[in-house]
C-alpha cells in the first residue's frame, strides 16, 4: 500500500463547475497535510496546508481533512482553464520529511 | 525576494559520469531539502538539511549521492558515478525555521543519464 493514495486521473470537468480531488494516507500519525499545484514541466507550488479535521476556504479552494478516515480532499469552485494542473496531495507527521502521492491531472474545458 | 534556484536546468551525463547539482535556497531560509521525481512515479524525499546539518537523510537512495551544505548556506548534491536509474528531476526546496512546513520549490534539474 502507498503512503499517500490519489487517483491519477485524468478528471475532467467544464468551466465554472466544481472539480472534486482525493487523497488517502496510512500513517494515522500524520499531522500535517498539503495540497501541491504543479503545471507541466514547473515546480510544485503549495495552494492549501491544513492540521485539524474539518474544512479550510481560501479563495476559490477549500480542503477537507478526516482523520479518522486519513482521508483529505481538495475542492476547487467555479473552475478555471488555467486550473488545470497536476494537484499533488502531501502529507508530513510532524518532522520534516514530507510523503506525496503520485497527483492527479485535472483539465478544466473551456 | 528571488526564489529558490538550480542549476543546471537540465543535465544529460553517460552512465558512469559524475554529476553535480546545485542549490540556493530562499535567502534566510535555514531548512533545505532534495526530493527526485522518476518518470512515472511520485516525488521522493531525499534529505533534509537544517543549516549545514543533516537531520535526515533516510531517502537517500545509496551511497552514490553526496549532499553537502557548506556555511548553511546553497547545497550541492552529487551523484557518483551516475547510473541509468538515476534520471529524473530533482527538486530542491526551503523553508523558514519557524514555517517549516510551508516548502518553497525550486524549478528542479532535469537529470538524464544515458
Known amino acids: 500500500q502507498k503512503e499517500v493514495e490519489q487517483n491519477s486521473g485524468p478528471l475532467s470537468v467544464p468551466e465554472g463547475a466544481i472539480a472534486s480531488l482525493n487523497c488517502t494516507y496510512s500513517?494515522?500519525?500524520?499531522?500535517?497535510f498539503f495540497w501541491y499545484r504543479q503545471y507541466s514541466g514547473k515546480s510544485p507550488e503549495l495552494i492549501m496546508s491544513?492540521?485539524?479535521?474539518g474544512d479550510k476556504e481560501d479563495g476559490r479552494f477549500t480542503a477537507q481533512l478526516n482523520k479518522a478516515s486519513q482521508y483529505v480532499s481538495l475542492l476547487i469552485r467555479d473552475s478555471q482553464p488555467s486550473d488545470s494542473a497536476t494537484y499533488l496531495c502531501?502529507?508530513?507527521?510532524?518532522?520534516?520529511?514530507?510523503?506525496f502521492g503520485a497527483g492527479t491531472r485535472l483539465f478544466v474545458k473551456a | 525576494e528571488a526564489g529558490v534556484t538550480q542549476f543546471p536546468s537540465h543535465s544529460v551525463i553517460e552512465k558512469g559520469q559524475t554529476v553535480t547539482l546545485r542549490c540556493d535556497p530562499i535567502?534566510?531560509?535555514?531548512?533545505l531539502y532534495w526530493y527526485r521525481r522518476v518518470m512515472g512515479k511520485e516525488i521522493k524525499f531525499l534529505l533534509h538539511?537544517?543549516?549545514?546539518?543533516?537531520?535526515?537523510e533516510s531517502g537517500m537512495p545509496n551511497n552514490r549521492f553526496l549532499a553537502e551544505r557548506t556555511g548553511g548556506t546553497y547545497s550541492t548534491l552529487k551523484v557518483q558515478p551516475a547510473e541509468l536509474e538515476d534520471s529524473g528531476v530533482y527538486f530542491c526546496?526551503?523553508?523558514?525555521?519557524?514555517?517549516?512546513?510551508?516548502?518553497?520549490f525550486g524549478p528542479g534539474t532535469r537529470l538524464l543519464v544515458l
Open positions: 538539511f537544517v543549516k549545514e546539518s543533516k537531520q535526515d
Open positions: 535567502s534566510g531560509h535555514d531548512n
Open positions: 491544513i492540521y485539524s479535521n
Open positions: 502531501a502529507v508530513s507527521t510532524g518532522g520534516f520529511k514530507t510523503i
Open positions: 526546496a526551503s523553508s523558514q525555521v519557524g514555517g517549516a512546513e510551508t516548502q518553497y
Open positions: 500513517d494515522r500519525g500524520s499531522q500535517s
